[in-house]
């Protein structure tokens, strides 16, 4: 009766024993956010270059936000920049202003940049950024800053981009 439990005590710590080995995976897979933010660093730099050379103070885009917030913060809305300031923000559904506190860290291209910035500098544990490839300025940008946290993730949409005078 005393060989099958001195087999068994035997088994688990045989066990136990390349515990630390199975653990490695963890090191291996930590690394590839690490890879990730150098590689949206780098994207970011690039376009922000390039809607640099643009050149372009004064535009207009549409930003669709779908996050777990109230519905008037969602969108989508008509963002109106002059002169690098914005001038409007109004629904798209209705043609009327909306609160811009809801919508203030989006309401130029330059703090899109920014947010793409802070995400990377915090350690977003998820970032994926689409860019116009002429323009260079965020068309989609989704961020999840920590994937045991749930319903801090931002999805943002900018579209119909357009330059005004």
């Known amino acids: 009766m005393r060989l099958p ?9 045989s066990v136990s024993l390349n515990a630390p080995v199975m ?7 930590a690394q590839s956010p690490a890879i990730a933010n150098n ?3 780098d994207q970011l730099i690039i376009n922000r270059r390039l809607w640099n050379q643009q ?15 109230v519905e008037e913060a969602r969108g989508p809305v008509v963002i109106e920049v002059r002169n690098g300031i914005t001038t409007s923000i109004t629904s798209v559904d209705t043609g009327m202003p ?3 506190e809801y919508f203030q860290k989006y309401d130029t291209v330059l703090k899109l940049f920014l947010l793409i ?49």
Not at 23 to 29: A, D, E, G, I, K
Not at 127 to 153: H, K
Request: charged letters at 20%; glycine letters at 2%.
């Open 5 to 13: 439990i001195i087999i068994s005590a035997a088994l688990l710590t």
């Open 23 to 29: 653990s490695q995976l963890p090191t291996q897979v």
């Open 39 to 41: 590689l949206n660093f």
């Open 55 to 69: 050149n372009i103070h004064s535009y207009r885009y549409t930003l669709s936000r779908s996050c777990f917030c």
């Open 98 to 100: 909306v609160n811009r």
């Open 117 to 165: 910035r802070d995400a990377i500098a915090r350690g977003a544990s998820n970032l994926s950024v689409q860019y116009d490839p002429i323009l260079g300025y965020p068309t989609q940008i989704n961020i999840d800053y920590d994937s045991l946290i749930a319903d801090e993730e931002e999805y943002l949409t900018i579209e119909n981009f357009e330059k005004i005078n």
